[in-house]
């Protein structure tokens, strides 16, 4: 298998899996076999993808701003991403008229996280076993009777699997691709790298 490490690749994720992520909650993605991170070997980094809003500040204040005039990415959690690497806490954002950028946008200087793939294993979709999908982020509730997904995702489930089958739908619609359909996926066993403390 060759290696993806020439093509800077990345992940895009919504807050409630950046929140996982950050909290350590998330150390496993499974991909399809026709996506380029199911070509990741042990070693390779992902950049994390989120939506953002781009920032700058004035007089003191921070303000939103057009993309190429931002001095920094504001993500849903409040934290803030310098264009000079470093980051700090701030507040979430809560105005509706600011324009979020869509994570296939985010510039590759904003992002906060990088995933370090430590390891691989190809398997059908349904062999996911109940850690993995804790792994993968679910949380029990109600000391495991409902299972469901960081927000923004909606819902509860009555098992872990009909809780990852719901979210993987979700993500990946297409015949021959749904949780239905048991395709081949690669999974990928990683480690989180962050500027932001947990």
């Known amino acids: 298998m060759t290696s993806i490490r020439s093509i800077d690749p990345s992940i895009i994720v919504d807050p409630g899996t950046a929140s996982a992520l950050l909290s350590g909650r998330k150390t496993q993605v499974r991909v399809g076999v026709r996506s380029v991170l199911s070509r990741s070997l042990p070693g390779d980094r992902l950049w994390v993808r989120e939506s953002c ?52 946008h985010m510039p590759r200087w904003a992002s906060r996280m990088t995933l370090v793939v430590e390891w691989t294993r190809a398997e059908r979709l349904q062999q996911i076993t109940r850690p993995d999908i804790r792994a993968e982020g679910a949380l029990p509730i109600l ?56």
Do not use: C
Not at 73 to 81: E, K, P, T, V
Not at 84 to 102: F, H, K, L, T, V
């Open 53 to 104: 809003i781009a920032g700058r500040r004035e007089a003191g204040q921070d303000y939103a701003t057009m993309l190429g005039k931002a001095e920094f990415a504001i993500f849903a959690d409040g934290w803030r991403r310098y264009r000079d690497g470093s980051g700090q806490p701030g507040r979430r954002p809560g105005d509706d008229d600011y324009e979020w950028i869509a994570a296939t």
């Open 143 to 198: 000391g495991g009777l409902l299972w469901r997904w960081p927000r923004p995702i909606p819902g509860r489930h009555l098992t872990a699997r009909r809780a990852f089958a719901a979210n993987w739908n979700v993500n990946h619609p297409t015949p021959g691709d749904r949780w239905e359909d048991n395709p081949p996926v690669i999974v990928l066993g990683f480690r989180v790298e962050s500027i932001q403390p947990r």
